[in-house]
């Protein structure tokens, strides 16, 4: 069995690897197109730009690493099934059941590997790429704007005749705001400029010599000014559009989750602040000795503050319900990468990759509706996030336990009822 174990484990690294590299790169060559003008036509350096991309290599390896395992063991027993592996191994007396010691080896290995990732690279990674964002929009403030084009930065939509790229300067500007659900503006000026807010992080862009269009539901102001000041946010300046959500859990550690997780706990328990000229209540001023509970933020809801709640309760239960997919999918991935010889050999690995493709996009499925459930209040953020993982294990379970009690000798053999009865009304209409 140690020769067994060191042979299936090279060559589910072998194919892990190769698949890890292919889809890595796919996604960080994707993502990265998205930057390539900016280097070439706006003259963001490359230095920054590779910050960037050292800073969301951890949020593709949390998707690419489970893939990556799946797909590995699949196609290595996809090869022993081809090459008639399987079989031999079964008749020297070696059942499917001890073949998958090597395989939980395998999957507890890169389990751990994806829990460091989520709990320490990830967080390190959201934070980094914030403050590479607002470093690019900082330094080259305009480098995600285009001259006589109006472009859309969130809410705001932007247009300048001239812009100077070195300096910031805006010529014959025009803006529509809508920032204000109850209240579109449309701004009007001779010129402005870009300047960068290092401390609160933000983009400023100070107007000149100007006129404010104003309509709201039942007026119209018309508002001249000599200077005027917008905020704007650096993420919509490179069009980043992945951060304009409210998520900031993402940059938290885990221990600073439930830091802050029970500072909204404290406010959503705490008693709203009284109306202007209410007495306080006397409960309020009884408290000798103990410190009074926070008083709610007047611009926080309880609806809000249940909902960053929610959030953070979904990224805590993420950090460690992702990372445990990589074990469970590689339990997965054993006997769905068993086929007959003949028919591995007839369609190759091919089989065993799209069919490994599909499993991960019903398994991310599951957990993208999950997450969109928890988000509003339907499923706790637990039960969402650990589901697609259980019944996962129940997959890998059934059909383990099925091929090693010899009850099916591959996944095509098991379902061959199912099949059969599926193809029978076309049978039936091909035979009229």
Not at 175 to 194: F, Q
Not at 220 to 244: A, M
Not at 249 to 276: G, H, K, W
Not at 399 to 415: C, N, V
Request: charged share 20%; hydrophobic share 50%; net charge positive.
């Amino acid at each position: 069995m140690k020769i067994f174990t060191r042979y299936i484990l090279r060559e589910c690294l072998t194919s892990f690897g190769v698949i890890l590299l292919a889809f890595t790169g796919i996604l960080l060559t994707i993502r990265m197109l998205r930057f390539a003008s900016l280097i070439i036509n706006k003259g963001v350096d490359v230095e920054q730009i590779a910050l960037v991309f050292l800073a969301i290599i951890p949020s593709f390896l949390e998707i690419a690493l489970p893939l990556a395992v799946l797909l590995g063991v699949m196609l290595a027993f996809a090869r022993f099934s081809g090459d008639s592996e399987i079989v031999v191994i079964r008749a020297s007396g070696i059942s499917i059941t001890q073949l998958v010691k090597p395989v939980i080896f395998f999957g507890v290995i890169f389990w751990a590997l994806s829990l460091f990732i989520s709990l320490e690279l990830r967080p390190w990674g959201f934070r980094q790429l914030s403050k590479s964002l607002f470093e690019i929009a900082r330094t080259r403030s305009t480098a995600g704007l285009t001259e006589g084009v109006f472009n859309k930065l969130g809410d705001l939509t932007l247009y300048a005749e001239k812009i100077d790229f070195s300096s910031g300067a805006l010529t014959h500007v025009l803006i529509d705001d809508r920032r204000d659900k109850s209240a579109r503006k449309v701004i009007s000026a001779a010129s402005g400029t870009l300047v960068s807010n290092p401390a609160a992080e933000t983009i400023v862009l100070d107007l000149a010599r100007g006129v404010i269009h104003e309509q709201g539901a039942e007026r119209y102001s018309l508002t001249k000014f000599v200077s005027n000041r917008f905020v704007i946010d650096p993420n919509q300046v490179l069009g980043d559009k992945s951060r304009d959500t409210d998520k900031p859990a993402n940059e938290l550690s885990l221990a600073d989750i439930r830091a802050v997780r029970d500072e909204f706990t404290a406010m959503q328990a705490a008693p709203p602040p009284p109306e202007e000229g209410a007495p306080i209540p006397a409960e309020a001023l009884q408290k000798a000795g103990v410190a009074p509970p926070p008083a709610r933020p007047v611009e926080l809801t309880p609806a809000q503050i249940q909902r960053k709640i929610h959030l953070l309760d979904i990224e805590a239960a993420r950090r460690f319900s992702m990372p445990f997919a990589a074990f469970i999918l590689a339990l997965v991935g054993m006997p769905l990468g068993i086929q007959p010889p003949r028919s591995q050999k007839t369609w190759g690995i091919g089989i065993s990759a799209v069919l490994g493709l599909l499993v991960f996009v019903i398994y991310y499925g599951f957990l993208s509706i999950g997450i969109t459930l928890a988000e509003k209040g339907s499923v706790p953020p637990l039960a969402a996030l650990w589901f697609p993982n259980v019944i996962a294990a129940a997959v890998a379970l059934f059909t383990l336990q099925r091929m090693g009690s010899e009850r099916w000798h591959s996944i095509a053999h098991g379902f061959e009822p199912l099949l059969n009865l599926a193809a029978r009304p076309i049978r039936r209409l091909l035979a009229r």
